[in-house]
């Protein structure tokens, strides 16, 4: 058959002394559709940003793109071999025409000094026939759907003469049927000999496109194969493989008066009739991947996004939640998905960011901040939760990720809050760190605690979790003992959409 | 074919009644309205000669506040300018006192020594990575405060007499019918110049296009290969060689150097370019904007006196205007988004 395109041999990167990849192999053939899957955090984005040459490989490592060697291959390289990335963020200007941000790359590569809108526009045209779609030149991409912008960056993405495309996770914010459009449209890059990378973890999207798929597991390469030599099962097996077997958490709760109900909560746009009800002591999973509304429905309980209808009580009484400080007083604790930007203020010290949730606990007599109150308290949270830091006066973004995720948890727990909602707690950490925000979950509702897990990782929410709902389009479609479920029944659950 | 004349003329047709919608025409309209307001109270407003007085005394703020506008379409901000300013316009008649010139050598020097306290912002900018705001905030310190340090009488009362001579031309002068002769001053042109040099720098230059697209996504920016170093300097030096130039227009209307008047304005201009529509985070704004934008607040500042309003209220007005008109604006996209995003079944 053809030839490979691209051959990635031996690939590894470590990051700080935590392996991304290690020694993952990539072929790509000229003119193919190949999916590269895996769960979150296995490593996909590194080999991508290698393959793009925004960042290199450990030694060792061997890439060679249409049979040529390339000893380090820079950005520059990648691109002037014909590879275009089109990143999550899709690096539009929303402030230009649609003609603008397709023709841009063509001006800068050509050099010219002036610009002439016929040309851009004839430009637009030409990617734009050559994917069979339109669009109306002259309207500004931040008023485009994110489906359209997506169909924008690809068009751009073939003006300068692209050889291998690749996507990473394109479909996660787009809807069915802009899915469906987005899959003809590769199908149309195909037609025209271009070879797509396309990055992605929903199955039917990989059966419906692929010509042919590689893993990808904990950063190592689990194989390649010709899609129809799978069935979903068995690409199942492939992502997760077996899993060291934990102690599994019992089933729901039965005893105790639930601490929060939520009866027929909905916002439009975002979530719908939304009924769930935790008990203390209980861990809640909610499973949705991201657009399914998990987020938006943790922020309105949490009183940030109001909802339009729906009821919320609390401790067996209905409660108007308007603001945090409201769900605050409720005894409810949020630990956000993006930490980082939400949860914590990342130039100021460990201490600061300790004590800024309990400030009005720790005032001494004239209204004013007790020092040495602060001083103790700031000691018992480092050494109870193991934060570990070289001094308290540290700022927090020179912390690890998972000390970063314990700063934020104390925060909340100082609190006592009876309800904790935690959203994807565990992103972008590595295995230990993740094992012991597992384990201080399981102690705070050990404790009576009623905790909310958000995830999509599919084996975290099926091991640390009494009972779990999944979410999808807004609504909640199922609701499972997870004592009662494998992990890979779940993920497929997760995934066909 | 015929088909695609059609469609080629009805998105041109789409792209004028958007231009009427706009911000731009709201401003305009404004300004019509304030116009006839005050002519209702004091008739002497309206007259031609108070309007090419008008077009001609405001152009020193209209020459700075393109330049402010440009840095603020690449995401940027400027504070230094009037700084940069009152020292070009001093270093610059200062030599003229010792040295003999012209005008033309005035504005070429007063735009060089701009230019070069420009570059100093922008290497602040780009290669410390510094907050915009701060790195001119702490430039416009030094330029002005080094300037009053250095020189020991920082006035200057005599100024060559080829300087004032420009703001006294005129083209297409006449006189009317009540024996006033009127005409567009040098001044004004000059401006309108910049401004039409500025517009079509920033419609068909690659350059220009880079400035809108760093505004846009300074990120994106980056990666699509701008190159980002060359916009920045552009940018700063540009609204040092505009504060320059208007330097030299100002010690020609006002004949003597003061080092403290031009200082003033400063947060009238930037009001003025905030007023036109000019996003502060970058990436939206016109020319025609932002001398609409000036007009505005030249108008209040120099006429409602002739409504026999206290020159206290003019702060108060402006203030006004600004909260308003571009309060409507972002209110008015919170509602068109406040739909949110559907749910794809």
């Known amino acids: ?497 | 074919m015929s088909d695609a004349t059609g469609a080629r003329r009805d998105t041109a047709w789409r792209a004028i009644g958007g231009r009427l919608r706009s911000h731009e025409m709201y401003l305009l309209l404004l300004i019509v309205a304030y116009c006839l307001i005050v002519n209702g109270i004091n008739s002497s407003f309206l007259t031609m000669e108070n309007i090419f007085d008008v077009l001609k005394s405001s152009s020193i703020m209209s020459t700075m506040a393109i330049g402010v506008f440009v840095v603020m379409l690449s995401g940027g901000m400027d504070i230094s300018f009037t700084a940069i300013a009152t020292v070009s316009m001093f270093v610059t008649v200062r030599l003229f006192q010792l040295f003999t010139g012209d005008l033309l050598i005035a504005f070429v020097l007063a735009g060089v020594v701009g230019m070069v306290m420009g570059s100093v912002n922008a290497i602040l900018v780009h290669f410390c990575r510094l907050p915009t705001l701060i790195v001119t905030l702490g430039t416009s310190s030094i330029f002005h405060g080094g300037m009053l340090a250095l020189a020991r009488v920082p006035y200057i009362y005599t100024v060559p007499r080829y300087f004032s001579g420009f703001s006294k031309q005129t083209l297409f002068s006449w006189t009317t019918a009540s024996g006033v002769t009127v005409g567009l001053s040098a001044m004004t042109v000059m401006m309108l110049g910049i401004a039409l040099l500025t517009w079509a720098l920033l419609r068909y230059s690659a350059l220009g296009r880079g400035i809108y697209a760093l505004g846009g996504n300074p990120e994106a920016a980056k990666r699509a290969g701008f190159n980002i170093m060359r916009i920045q300097f552009f940018v700063y030096c540009y609204v040092g060689l505009l504060s320059g130039l208007a330097s030299i227009q100002y010690v020609s209307l006002v004949r003597h150097v003061h080092p403290f008047n031009l200082m003033d304005i400063m947060l009238d201009i930037i009001a003025a370019v905030v007023l036109g529509g000019t996003s502060l985070t970058g990436g939206r704004g016109t020319v025609w904007g932002t001398l609409l934008g000036v007009w505005m607040i030249y108008l209040i500042r120099n006429s409602l006196v002739l409504m026999r309003i206290p020159s206290y209220w003019d702060s108060v007005v402006i203030g006004l205007v600004i909260v308003v008109s571009t309060g409507i604006n972002s209110y008015g996209k919170i509602l068109s988004r406040a739909g949110g995003k559907a749910i794809d079944a």
């Open chain 1, 1 to 497: 058959m053809s030839e490979d395109f691209l051959c990635l041999r031996n690939i590894s990167k470590t990051f700080a002394g935590v392996r991304a990849l290690s020694r993952a192999d990539l072929s790509v053939k000229e003119g193919e559709v190949h999916t590269l899957v895996g769960e979150n955090g296995c490593g996909k984005s590194t080999l991508i940003k290698i393959i793009a040459g925004v960042l290199q490989p450990d030694p060792g490592a061997s890439i060679a793109i249409r049979g040529k060697v390339w000893k380090r291959l820079s950005a520059f390289d990648s691109l002037s071999q014909g590879i275009q990335v089109i990143y999550q963020d899709l690096s539009l200007f929303p402030n230009l025409t649609v003609a603008e941000n397709i023709s841009v790359s063509q001006y800068i590569q050509e050099k010219k000094p002036f610009v002439s809108r016929r040309e851009m526009a004839d430009i637009a045209r030409e990617a734009m026939r050559m994917i069979s779609v339109s669009l109306d030149l002259s309207t500004t991409v931040q008023e485009l759907s994110i489906a359209k912008q997506q169909l924008v960056a690809i068009c751009r993405s073939i003006t300068r003469g692209a050889r291998l495309i690749i996507m990473d996770e394109p479909t996660s914010s787009l809807g069915r049927r802009d899915v469906e459009y987005l899959l003809s449209v590769i199908r149309s890059l195909r037609e025209e000999g271009i070879t797509t990378l396309f990055v992605g973890h929903k199955l039917n999207e990989v059966f419906e496109i692929a010509d042919r798929v590689t893993v990808l597991r904990d950063g190592r390469g689990m194989g390649t194969y010709e899609i129809s030599q799978l069935n979903a099962a068995e690409l199942i097996q492939l992502m997760t493989g077996r899993q060291i077997a934990r102690a599994q958490l019992p089933g729901p709760r039965s005893e105790g008066a639930p601490i929060l109900e939520v009866k027929e909560l909905t916002k439009k746009g975002q979530f719908q009739g939304i009924n769930l009800t935790l008990r203390p002591g209980e861990i809640l999973g909610i499973a949705g991947l991201r657009g399914s509304g998990r987020t938006e429905l943790a922020l309105s309980i949490f009183g940030m996004n109001r909802a339009d209808s729906g009821e919320i009580v609390v401790a067996g009484t209905p409660r108007r939640i308007r603001s945090v400080q409201d769900a605050m007083a409720l005894g409810m604790g949020y630990v956000p998905e993006e930490r980082l930007v939400q949860g914590l203020f990342m130039d100021h010290s460990v201490r600061s960011n300790l004590i800024v949730t309990v400030l009005d606990k720790l005032l001494g007599r004239l209204g004013l901040l007790d020092d040495r109150r602060t001083d103790g308290f700031v000691r018992s949270w480092i050494s109870e939760l193991g934060i570990k830091t070289p001094s308290a006066d540290c700022p927090v973004k020179q912390l690890s990720g998972g000390n970063q995720q314990r700063v934020v948890l104390s925060k909340w727990m100082e609190r006592a809050p009876r309800i904790l909602i935690m959203d994807g707690p565990t992103v972008g950490i590595d295995v230990k760190a993740k094992e012991e925000i597992h384990e201080i979950m399981r102690t705070l509702a050990s404790k009576g605690m009623g905790v909310i897990m958000i995830s999509d990782e599919v084996a975290e929410i099926a091991q640390h979790t009494n009972r779990l709902l999944l979410m999808k389009s807004g609504r909640i479609v199922g609701e499972y003992e997870t004592s009662r479920i494998t992990e890979d029944g779940l993920l497929k659950e997760l995934l066909y959409t």
